[in-house]
């Protein structure tokens, strides 16, 4: 059974910096896009950023300059840097990664990790 187990979540200043990560665990042959999504109240689910398997990356322009998505393929773990981060930067965040394992090629989420930029 695949998980993608998040962290790094919590409460911070504006203008403070977060760093989240995102775990892929079970059995996993191979991961392709793996991706950062986020949902404020009462908004839909939106892109922040993506980082395909050979490192190119892609990021939404509300976060450009400020966010950076990153991966770690050895240990199947996706990262997002945010820095100089806004009130508007509150939301739950999610995981996204799109992989090959034993059932076979899918796309999987995490649970979701609350971020709230508030002083």
């Known amino acids: 059974q695949v998980q993608l187990v998040e962290s790094g979540g919590g409460l911070v200043q504006p203008g403070g910096s977060l760093r989240l990560s995102c775990a892929a665990q079970g059995t996993i042959f191979s991961i392709y896009v793996m991706g950062w999504y986020r949902q404020a109240p009462g908004k839909q689910r939106e892109l922040v950023a993506t980082?395909?398997?050979?490192?190119?990356?892609s990021h939404a322009d509300s976060v450009k300059g400020r966010f950076t998505i990153s991966r770690d393929n050895a240990k199947k773990t996706v990262y997002l840097q945010m820095n100089s981060l806004k009130p508007e930067d509150t939301a739950v965040y999610y995981c996204?990664?799109?992989?090959?394992?034993?059932?076979?090629?899918?796309?999987?989420w995490g649970q979701g990790i609350q971020v709230t930029v508030s002083s």
């Open positions: 996204n990664a799109d992989l090959r394992a034993v059932p076979g090629r899918g796309s999987y």
């Open positions: 980082i395909t398997s050979g490192g190119s990356t």
